[in-house]
C-alpha cells in the first residue's frame, strides 16, 4: 500500500517533470568530439538536449555505481571470509558434537550432548 502512495505521489509528478524538460528541451545541439576544428570537426553529432542531458545523467549513475561497488570490494572479501569461516566452525561443532555422543554413548544428534551454553544452578 505505501509503495503505491509513493508511486503516485513521487514518481508521477517526477516523470510529468521530466515530460516537460524534454518537451521544452528538443532544439538540436552540435556535441563535437573534435577539439582541433570547431568549424568543421572531424567527429560531431546532433542530438535534442534532452537526449544529451539523460545521457549524461545516465553515464554518471553508471561511473557512480561502478567507483562505489569498487570501493566496496574490501567489504564484500570480507563477508566472503567470514562466511568461509562460519561454515568451517559450524563443521568443527557439528564434528565435536558427533564425537561426544560417541564418547557419552547417546544417540546421534541427541539435544542432551549438544555443545552449548548452559548456566550454572543456584542450587
Not at 509513493?6 to 516523470?15: E, K
Not at 554518471?60 to 566472503?80: D, E, F, N, T
Amino acid at each position: 500500500m505505501i509503495r503505491k502512495v509513493l508511486f503516485w505521489l513521487l514518481l508521477v509528478p517526477l516523470a510529468i517533470v521530466i515530460l516537460m524538460f524534454a518537451v521544452a528541451n528538443r532544439e538540436l545541439v552540435t556535441v563535437s568530439f573534435d577539439p582541433f576544428n570547431e568549424t568543421m570537426p572531424a567527429a560531431s553529432v546532433s542530438v535534442p538536449l534532452f537526449v544529451l542531458i539523460f545521457l549524461l545523467v545516465i553515464l554518471g549513475v553508471i561511473i557512480g555505481g561502478s567507483a562505489a561497488w569498487l570501493r566496496q570490494s574490501g567489504y564484500r572479501r570480507a563477508a566472503r571470509q567470514h562466511d568461509a569461516e562460519m561454515a568451517a566452525l559450524r563443521r568443527e561443532i557439528e564434528t565435536l558434537n558427533r564425537r561426544l555422543d560417541e564418547r557419552l554413548d547417546l544417540p546421534a544428534a541427541g539435544e542432551a550432548s549438544r555443545l552449548a551454553y548452559r548456566p550454572a544452578s543456584n542450587g
